[in-house]
């Protein structure tokens, strides 16, 4: 597949040229740059990837070509910045139908299995992030959105448990996806107010949830795009553009009477009462989490526990090797969500394990990475219906707990005897 359009733009030539992989732009266009100011010999050196060109818009009535991209700063670096870029170009009126047609042509292939001008639903928490959430949106995120053609609802939350009534209440149909722009707080309150609708298993498949990073932790972005560009608003809002579904287990927790989805981790012991003890110094970012598992590690208490639960693999070796494996879950139908596993109040199932004991880390999650530089569950995976679970019982030492805590960056800690 190779097109191309030839264009005069005042004395200067503009040749286009798309091959199905990345959109080649030569000659002296007018650019527009929101964010830097480089030349138009750099910002067009390659082509601009399939991915990263976001529209071609031509109006018949100003005669106007306009090439709507992200250009990375630095070309050979898969991770780099990206730069919101508008290019420009006059267009003679005998070329206007040749220019129509080479717009819908690559808008239909840079689109393909997409939706395109996606309608969002974007919730933004205007403290997360140290109340840095609303401007990273208006400053990074929404010329973004707009340059697709996203059609934006906007709305700020007001209270803790405000994105639950607004997920509880929304209209699925009127949306395509929504989008948070916060830390995970925003994410799970969206989960539950969809999990609390009589149409919860439809309203989960049919309204994607887009993630903004907007917070200081962020894990469930960094899962998707890495450390680095799980921080990226830019990388995240062409994620939320370009991207296609996929299915992520939640889990079910119950207490008393009342029960909440998860989509994180679930822990006891040390790394609990490390969150619990470092609650006032969210601002440290993933500082935080360092101090605090490190305060804890060195107070040396151990923690009685008794758990009771299914396991699938326990052979870390097997679970290395069977990794990353092919399981996905089918789709469950529709209706509300109902557990699948015993309430509290009935007896224990017979292939369960009981855990009654001493320990130092009880720590479950549904995702790999925790916080930057936490690869705590290096083989769990987003849909295969099962929690991996990292557990260290009471009578191990200090210096074997500080050796996983130093592993835990690379995931090593999988390898320690002490981990089970």
């Not at 991770?79 to 267009?91: A, G, Q, W, Y």
């Not at 994105?163 to 989008?179: P, T």
Request: aromatic fraction near 6%; include cysteine; charged fraction near 20%.
């Amino acid at each position: 597949m190779l097109h191309s359009l030839k264009l005069a733009n005042g004395p200067n030539t503009v040749q286009l040229t798309y091959d199905g992989i990345g959109l080649r732009v030569e000659g002296g266009l007018d650019v527009e740059q929101k964010s830097s100011r480089r030349s138009l010999s750099d910002l067009t050196i390659v082509p601009i990837a399939k991915v990263n060109v976001l529209s071609l818009r031509f109006d018949n009535d100003t005669h106007l070509l306009q090439i709507h991209a992200l250009v990375p700063r630095q070309h050979a670096v898969p991770e780099s910045p990206l730069d919101l870029c508008i290019f420009r170009c006059s267009v003679d009126q005998a070329k206007t139908n040749e220019t129509e047609t080479f717009c819908q042509t690559v808008m239909e292939n840079i689109y393909e299995g997409i939706i395109t001008g996606r309608r969002l639903k974007v919730l933004v928490n205007p403290f997360s992030g140290q109340g840095h959430a609303k401007k990273i949106f208006k400053e990074k995120v929404a010329p973004v959105f707009e340059s697709a053609q996203c059609k934006v609802d906007y709305q700020e939350t007001e209270y803790q448990g405000h994105a639950v009534e607004i997920a509880k209440d929304l209209d699925i149909n009127a949306y395509d996806a929504i989008v948070t722009v916060s830390g995970d707080g925003i994410i799970h309150e969206v989960i539950n107010g969809f999990s609390q609708r009589s149409d919860a298993r439809t309203a989960l498949k049919k309204v994607p949830l887009g993630v903004i990073p907007g917070g200081t932790g962020n894990a469930l972005s960094i899962c998707m795009l890495g450390e680095k560009l799980g921080f990226d608003p830019i990388h995240t809002a062409r994620q939320v553009i370009k991207g296609k579904n996929m299915s992520f287990d939640l889990c079910s927790v119950a207490f008393d009477d009342h029960r909440y989805m998860s989509f994180l981790s679930h822990n006891y012991g040390i790394t609990s009462y490390a969150d619990l003890g470092t609650e006032n110094m969210r601002w440290m970012g993933d500082a935080r989490t360092i101090i605090g598992l490190l305060q804890q590690i060195f107070k040396g208490e151990n923690y009685k526990i008794e758990a009771a639960v299914q396991i699938v693999e326990a052979n870390k070796e097997k679970i290395k090797s069977n990794f990353p494996s092919e399981v996905q879950l089918p789709d469950t139908g529709n209706g509300p969500i109902q557990d699948t596993i015993p309430s509290l109040n009935e007896p224990v199932p017979d292939d369960w394990t009981i855990i009654k004991d001493d320990i130092s880390f009880f720590l479950t999650s549904k995702t790999p990475l925790l916080a930057r530089g936490m690869l705590s569950h290096p083989c769990a995976e987003p849909n295969d219906g099962l929690l991996d679970l990292l557990l260290v019982r009471g009578n191990h030492g200090l210096f074997s707990k500080l050796d996983i805590f130093t592993k835990v960056e690379t995931g090593h800690q999988i390898d320690s005897d002490a981990v089970s």
